[in-house]
């Protein structure tokens, strides 16, 4: 294949995942870019200020890896330097895809990492889904915010912006992003529901023991996080994926006491009067109840 064919070919893969994005919601207006990384010293990015959804490969600019351009008739994409950082920090990256999908979003304004073990197919591919410090978009904050995660992580939250993934090409940094959208989605019907139940920490070993066997590359193994405290960003850069997950003895699914429903507040259950308290019971417990009850009144 021609070096220009394979280029305009890059260039149609990016128009392809711009419309996706628009499609699922995952940008609104001119939101989000794209970048692919051809070559050592090339990138070809999205152009500021359009639409995701309605781009064409003409569109794009390439620019050296300080960011200067080299060809195009717009200009590079507003964030340009953000992606710039992530492709000094990874070498493997050949792709970056940034978007701002309103589940994943709403957990990073919300300042919830997605970081809790509760998806298999996550804990075997992003591990989990940090939250980057706030930083002014577009300003120097923010590459800097990125780079304590991005050695150790394919996805990111931006904290009150966004979400970032990196792959091997750009069609694996979209999926990243819809996986990340996908498991902010089911996070937050299982807290609506009453909470998630955790995958232990011997079962979270198992599952990242089949990266390997699937053939899945990761930046950075799972260290694993017993769920007391929330995940806490430190100020040294991320070297491995936090996983909160519990340990425990001969079971793999245990309930997160972290992740109740947030209504009523504890100091409100505390001070509810015990006959008002709450119980839970499972759908066989309350059959095996009604049963007893029923044979109590025969
Ligand atoms: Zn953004």
Do not use: W
Request: aromatic share 4%.
């Amino acid at each position: 294949m021609a070096a220009e064919t394979s280029i305009e070919q890059l260039k149609a893969d990016i128009v392809e995942v711009g419309r996706r994005l628009y499609a699922r919601g995952f940008v609104a207006s001119n939101d989000g870019n794209i970048t692919i990384r051809f070559a050592d010293d090339r990138l070809l990015t999205t152009p500021k200020s359009v639409s995701k959804g309605f781009m064409t490969t003409d569109m794009m600019v390439v620019v050296d890896m300080d960011g200067r351009k080299v060809s195009g008739t717009r200009d590079a994409s507003s964030e340009l330097k953000m992606h710039l950082e992530v492709y000094r920090q990874r070498p493997d990256a050949r792709a970056v895809v940034h978007a701002h999908p309103p589940l994943a979003t709403g957990f990073a304004v919300a300042g919830v990492p997605l970081d809790r073990a509760v998806l298999a197919e996550v804990i075997c591919t992003l591990g989990s889904i940090p939250i980057a410090e706030y930083a002014t978009p577009s300003t120097e904050e923010l590459p800097e915010a990125v780079r304590r995660y991005i050695k150790a992580h394919d996805g990111l939250l931006l904290a009150n912006h966004g979400a970032l993934t990196v792959g091997g090409d750009v069609y694996s940094a979209y999926y990243k992003m819809e996986t990340i959208e996908h498991f902010a989605r089911i996070s937050l019907t299982a807290r609506l529901l009453g909470g998630e139940r955790l995958i232990a920490q011997d079962e979270v070993l198992r599952l990242q023991s089949l990266r390997g066997l699937y053939g899945i590359a990761s930046p950075a193994p799972i260290c694993l996080d017993d769920v007391s405290e929330p995940g806490t960003a430190g100020v040294e850069d991320a070297t491995c994926q936090v996983v909160r997950a519990p340990a425990a003895e001969g079971t793999r699914l245990v309930p997160d006491p972290a992740s109740a429903v947030p209504l009523p507040t504890p100091a409100a259950r505390a001070h509810a009067p015990q006959e008002d308290a709450e119980i839970r019971l499972t759908y066989r417990e309350l059959a095996a109840l009604i049963e007893d009850a029923v044979r109590r009144l025969r």
